[in-house]
């Protein structure tokens, strides 16, 4: 009886260049250290009944460095995080945090009343409120059934 190897894959070497070269940026972004990549920060949405409520997690960010803005049914939070090197505290031996603008753009609802949004930051932070509209906000009505 004979025994044939089967390969699921190609050989490295039968593989065209262009794959190569794609499978190199790809381990090249997984092994990298983020500070070298862009970062975003994480946002959580949660609706209730009377608003919306944006939290995004921004550590390392003065106030000052934070853009809040809404125009044409969409709100943009942008920002940067500053590398702060101090020369006089020696060199470092790792730097995985990531650093640099992000800008993060959500759709809002037309429910949204974009008049009285308002934003809070506390402790890397940030909470933007998005009241609803009062025409959007459930309401009950009772109804009366005759017998």
Do not use: C
């Not at 004979?2 to 190199?24: G, H, K, M, Q, S």
């Not at 009944?49 to 939070?77: K, M, R, W, Y």
């Not at 009285?116 to 909470?127: D, H, I, T």
């Amino acid at each position: 009886m004979t025994l044939i190897t089967r390969r699921n894959f190609p050989a490295l070497e039968d593989v065209p260049a262009t794959f190569r070269t794609l499978e190199d940026t790809f381990n090249r972004f997984f092994n990298e250290a983020p500070a070298s990549r862009p970062w975003t920060p994480a946002v959580d949405i949660q609706e209730n009944e009377n608003e919306l409520l944006l939290t995004a997690d921004v550590p390392g960010i003065s106030l000052e460095n934070i853009d809040i803005s809404i125009e044409d049914g969409a709100l943009t939070l942008s920002g940067e995080r500053k590398f702060e090197n101090e020369e006089n505290k020696g060199g470092y031996h790792r730097i995985e945090r990531s650093f640099g603008g992000f800008k993060r753009v959500f759709t809002l609802p037309d429910s949204v009343d974009a008049e009285k949004v308002s934003a809070a930051y506390n402790a890397g932070v940030l909470k933007v409120t998005l009241p609803k509209k009062e025409a959007a906000k459930p309401r009950t009505i009772k109804v009366n059934v005759n017998k």
